[in-house]
């Protein structure tokens, strides 16, 4: 079932790849046992929820779950303290969790190819995050005026019908509209 996994010199596994594993919707029990790890690539498995014990995982830096059917997060998602990334791309969002605002070491945020079309503000107001990719979804309005340039590194819109586009855009290293 593992494609791939990565140890560090005392043996433990820091990081794993199951993506495409056929694991029809189950999250593999075994996984939250691994408390050293790191990163994780579990995309492409028709999972429909991220369960609570994902917070086991105390050192998860990067969550990568792109390619599923998961339309939410488990509040306790913010129990992940360092969790730096996370990929949920090309799943069934609709609108962006809130909970995402209380992850303090967040830094990149990708929904690309969902279904969003409220709820980012919780992406703008957040202390953390420097990159967010919301390509081809469903966003029609967006708030321009929360954008924090300072902070800000990249801001991903393509693809999108927003239809309040201010004639003077905030500077953002990285801006695709």
Same mark, same amino acid.
């Given at each position: 079932m593992i494609k791939g996994f990565q140890i560090n010199k005392l043996d433990q596994v820091t990081h794993i790849n199951i993506s $495409?594993?056929?694991?029809?919707? $189950?999250?593999?029990?075994?996984?939250?046992?691994? $408390?050293h790890l790191e990163f994780i690539d579990i995309q492409g498995n028709n999972l429909d929820y991220i369960p609570n014990e994902i917070t086991n995982l105390k050192n998860l830096r990067c969550l990568d779950i792109r390619q599923n059917q998961i339309n939410s997060l488990p509040q306790l998602i913010a129990n992940l303290t360092v969790l730096q990334k996370i990929y949920l791309g090309d799943n069934k969002f609709t609108k962006v969790p809130e909970i995402l605002y209380d992850c303090p070491k967040l830094e990149v945020v990708d929904f690309t190819n969902n279904e969003l079309f409220e709820g980012m503000e919780c992406l703008l107001n957040s202390l953390s995050i420097k990159n967010i990719y919301l390509r081809n979804n469903c966003i029609k309005v967006f708030p321009f005026h929360l954008i924090n340039s300072q902070r800000l590194v990249e801001l991903n819109l393509m693809e999108n019908n927003i239809e309040n586009i201010p004639d003077e855009?905030? $500077?953002?290293?990285?801006?695709?509209?």
């Open positions: $495409k594993c056929n694991l029809k919707g $189950k999250w593999p029990s075994a996984l939250f046992r691994l $408390k855009l905030p $500077k953002i290293e990285l801006f695709h509209l």
